[in-house]
C-alpha cells in the first residue's frame, strides 16, 4: 500500500509543502491551476482503492516487481561487510524511473488529461514515460537536451520506438536542467489536457512528495526482503545516487525517521568537486529556486543557476530534491561525492565480480565502498538504480574496451 | 510617491514596455528608458536578466542570455540607475524572476529598488501565499507595489484574492502562453478580457503577452486599462537598436 497519509515524521513534508525550510511551489500563475489541481487531489486519488489496485498490479506484472534484494558475495568480501544491492535494475525498462511514471499516467488519466510531457537527462524517465503512454494510449512527448540525446542515443531511439516524441533543448548546458525549463514552458502553454509527468523528487509541491511516494515501494520492500535474509527489517545504512534524488527518494523512505539506519546519498563530483565541472549540490549549492523549488543549487552570487557537469547524464543537475537538501542541512543523511573516474571504475568492478553491468548513475553509489569504511558485520543496501546498456558505448570508450 | 497610482487615474489607455536590462548592450539601460519616455511610453518594465526564464519564450530568453553575458547583475543594474530619477518621471517597474531577488536579500532588493526610485516589482515565481507571509511587510516599508499575474485559466475566487492583495494593477496574461507567442486576439481572449472586466476589480488591469503592434494594442485595451509589450519589442531591438524605439513607439498609437 502506498501511503497516503502526512505523517509527523521530520523529514517528510508538512501540509504546506515544506521539508524543513525547503520545497514550496515557486511558480508562474500560469501554471497554478494545473499545480493546485493535482495538489488537491494526488493523495485523495492515491488512496483510492482501485487506484492502489491498478498500481500494485501493473508494479506486479508489467514492472516486474518485487526486485530482488541480491547479497552480493563477491564484492562483499572485497570490501569486507555485507553489502545487498536492491535490483531496480530488473524493472522493465531498466530502472527505477517506472514506479513513478507508472503511478502518474494513473493519476493523469484519472485528472482527465489526454497528452503527456516530461523532462528527461539519462533518457531512462523518457523511456519510462513513452512506455506507460503506449500502455495507456496517450500522447508523449519528451524534452531532451541536446547533449544527452547525443550521449544517450539507445534511450532516443527506445523512446522513437514507443511512439513519443523526442523534443531536443537547446538553450544552456542543454542537458536535464534545460530539458525541465523545456517542459514546463510546454506546459504553461498547454494548461488543460496535459500531465507533466516530472521524473524525480523536483519542481513544486505536490510532486516531490507524490513521486517519493510512488518510489517509496523501494524501500518497504527492502524491509520484507531484508527481514527475510538477516531477520531484521532495518540494514544498517541504505545507499543511493542523488540527481534530482527519486531513487534515493524511495530506497530512504521508510527509513526516514529510523534513526538507527544510516542514510547515504551520493552526489556526482565530476571531474572533481573544485574543477568547476561538478554537480556535487550538497558541496556548492546554495538555498535558491529552482524549477519551482525552494532548495539547494548551484548558482552564482547573483543568483544565476550554473551548469553542472557529470558523465552521468542522470546525475548531470544543478539541483536536488527539498527533501534531500533538508536530509542534508539537517545532518540526518551523509554526502558523499564521487568522480567520474571513481565511478567508472566503480561499474566495471561489479561487471568483474558479479556480473551485472550497472547504469553510470547506479555506479556513482557503488563507488563509495572504496572510501567509505563500513564494519565487518554491517549490513549495507546499495540501490542499483538501473542497468547499464544505455551507457555501454561511454564505459566502452572511457576504458578502450 | 505613488507614480504608478497617479499614471492609472490619467484618462488614457497605457503604453507599457518590457526591455531586458544589459541588452543589447551592458550600458543601454540609461539611455533605453530615456528614449522610451521621450516617445511617450507611459510604464516601463525593466526586466532583471535571469539564466532559467520559465515563463519567457525565445526573445526573452535569448535576451536575457546575452544580457548575462554582457555581464549585466543585480548590483550593476542598481548602479545603472543610481540617477535615473533626475532623467525619467515615468512610473519604473524592475520584472524578474525570484532567485536573483532572493541572493540579493529580498529586503536589501527592496532597499536598492526605493534608493534609486523604482516604484514596483513583477516577480512571476513568486506566489502570493509565499508573498503575504514573508514579503508583503517589506514591500511595504519600502513603498513597493508589488504586481501579481492573472491568466484566462485563473478562477474567479482566485482572481478576486489577487485583487484583495494587489496595490497599482493586474497583470492580465492574455493567454494561455510564455511570452512571445503571437495566439493573436480573438474571440476567446476578447471574452476573457470582458469577464474579467464585468468583475469591476479595484485595481485595474493591464494586459501582456503577444501583443506586438497596433492592431493587438488596440485589442488588448478595449477591455483594459493598457498594454505591455515586450518580446516585439526586443525583437526590434535586435533588428534596428536603439535607433528603432522611436518609430517603432510611434507605430502603436
Ligand atoms: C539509472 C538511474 N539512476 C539514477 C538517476 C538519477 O535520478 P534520481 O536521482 O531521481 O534517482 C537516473 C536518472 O536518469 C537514472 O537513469
Known amino acids: 500500500m502506498i501511503n497516503t497519509q502526512y505523517s509527523n515524521m521530520n523529514y517528510n513534508v508538512n501540509e504546506k509543502g515544506y521539508y524543513g525550510e525547503f520545497g514550496g511551489a515557486y511558480i508562474p500563475e500560469m501554471l497554478y491551476p494545473n499545480v493546485e489541481e493535482l ?41 569486507n561487510t555485507k553489502i545487498y544491492l536492491k535490483r531496480e535494475d530488473l524493472c522493465h525498462t531498466g530502472a527505477h524511473k517506472v514506479n513513478n511514471t507508472i503511478g502518474q499516467i494513473l493519476m493523469a488519466k484519472r485528472l482527465g488529461k489526454t497528452r ?63 530539458a525541465t525549463n523545456e517542459a514546463i514552458r510546454d506546459w504553461i502553454n498547454n494548461p488543460v ?11 513544486p ?48 523512505y521508510h527509513y526516514l525517521d529510523k534513526p538507527e539506519v544510516g542514510i547515504i546519498a551520493v552526489e556526482a563530483a565530476g571531474k572533481g568537486i573544485d ?25 552564482t552570487a547573483d543568483g544565476q543557476i550554473t551548469e553542472p557537469y557529470s558523465i552521468s547524464a542522470g546525475l548531470d543537475y544543478p539541483g536536488v530534491g527539498p527533501m534531500h537538501a533538508n536530509l542534508f542541512a539537517s545532518g540526518r ?25 550497472p547504469a553510470i548513475e547506479s555506479s556513482h553509489a557503488l563507488a563509495i565502498f572504496e572510501n567509505r569504511k563500513f564494519k565487518k558485520n554491517d549490513v549495507v543496501v546499495v540501490n542499483l538504480s538501473g542497468r547499464g546498456d544505455k551507457d555501454l558505448d561511454i564505459y566502452v570508450n572511457y576504458f578502450k574496451l | 510617491m505613488k507614480r504608478i497610482q497617479n499614471k492609472l487615474s490619467e484618462n488614457n489607455k497605457l503604453l507599457s514596455i518590457y526591455f531586458t536590462a544589459g541588452y543589447p548592450k551592458l550600458d543601454d539601460t540609461v539611455e533605453i528608458l530615456q528614449l522610451l519616455e521621450k516617445d511617450g511610453v507611459d510604464m516601463i518594465e525593466i526586466g532583471l536578466p535571469f539564466s532559467d526564464p520559465l515563463a519567457d519564450g525565445p526573445t526573452i530568453q535569448e535576451s536575457s ?29 524592475i520584472m524578474g524572476y525570484f532567485n536573483p531577488v532572493l541572493q540579493f536579500g529580498v529586503e536589501n532588493f527592496c532597499k536598492k529598488c526605493a534608493e534609486v526610485g523604482i516604484d514596483g516589482l513583477i516577480l512571476p515565481d513568486l506566489p502570493l501565499a509565499e508573498y503575504e507571509e514573508h514579503y508583503a511587510e517589506i514591500f511595504k516599508k519600502y513603498d513597493l507595489l508589488n504586481i501579481f499575474l492573472i491568466t484566462p485559466q485563473t478562477s474567479e475566487e482566485r482572481i478576486r484574492m489577487i485583487d484583495t492583495a494587489s496595490e497599482g494593477f493586474i497583470y492580465m496574461v492574455s493567454s494561455a502562453s510564455v511570452t512571445g507567442s503571437s495566439s493573436g486576439f480573438g474571440v476567446s481572449q476578447q471574452e476573457y478580457f470582458k469577464r474579467v472586466e464585468s468583475l469591476q476589480l479595484k485595481n485595474p488591469q493591464i494586459v501582456g503577452f503577444g501583443i506586438n503592434n497596433s ?8 477591455h483594459a486599462k493598457g498594454a505591455i509589450i515586450g518580446s516585439a519589442f526586443i525583437k526590434m531591438l535586435s533588428e534596428k537598436g536603439l535607433a528603432g524605439i522611436s518609430s517603432f513607439i510611434k507605430s502603436i498609437r
Request: aromatic share 6%.
Open chain 2, 215 to 222: 492592431g493587438t494594442f488596440q485589442r488588448a485595451t478595449k
Open chain 1, 333 to 357: 543523511g551523509e554526502f558523499i561525492s564521487i568522480t567520474d573516474d571513481e565511478a567508472m571504475e566503480a561499474g566495471l568492478k561489479l561487471c568483474k565480480l558479479e556480473g551485472i553491468i
Open chain 1, 193 to 203: 489536457d496535459t500531465h507533466y509527468i516530472i521524473g524525480s523528487v523536483v519542481g
Open chain 2, 65 to 93: 542570455q546575452v544580457a548575462l553575458k554582457n555581464g549585466m547583475t543585480t548590483e550593476i543594474l542598481f548602479q545603472q540607475l543610481k540617477d535615473i530619477r533626475k532623467m525619467v518621471s515615468i512610473p519604473l517597474l
Open chain 1, 39 to 79: 495538489r488537491q487531489n494526488y493523495l485523495k486519488v492515491m488512496a483510492e482503492e482501485s487506484f492502489q489496485k491498478e498500481f500494485h498490479q501493473l508494479l506486479k506484472d508489467y514492472v516486474g516487481r518485487p526486485t530482488p534484494l541480491y547479497f552480493a558475495k563477491r564484492l562483499s568480501e572485497k570490501y
Open chain 1, 275 to 299: 574543477t568547476g565541472e561538478s554537480a556535487s549540490t550538497s558541496v556548492l549549492g546554495k538555498v535558491g529556486i529552482i524549477h519551482g523549488s525552494k532548495t539547494l543549487l548551484m548558482q
Open chain 1, 116 to 178: 503527456i510531457i516530461a523532462e528527461t537527462g539519462a533518457g531512462q524517465h523518457g523511456v519510462a514515460t513513452a512506455t506507460v503512454c503506449a500502455l495507456m494510449g496517450l500522447e508523449c512527448i519528451v524534452f531532451m537536451g541536446e547533449v544527452d540525446i547525443k550521449r544517450q542515443a539507445p534511450n532516443v531511439a527506445r523512446m522513437k520506438m514507443l511512439g513519443a516524441k523526442v523534443v531536443p533543448a537547446t538553450s544552456g548546458s542543454k542537458t536535464l536542467k534545460d
Open chain 1, 205 to 252: 509541491h505536490p510532486y516531490p512528495d507524490m513521486v517519493a511516494r510512488f518510489q517509496s515501494v523501494i524501500s518497504e520492500e527492502i524491509k520484507t526482503q531484508l527481514k527475510e535474509k538477516e531477520g531484521r527489517e532495518n540494514p544498517d545504512f541504505v545507499v543511493a545516487c542523488v540527481g534530482g534524488g527519486s531513487n534515493a527518494a524511495g530506497a530512504f
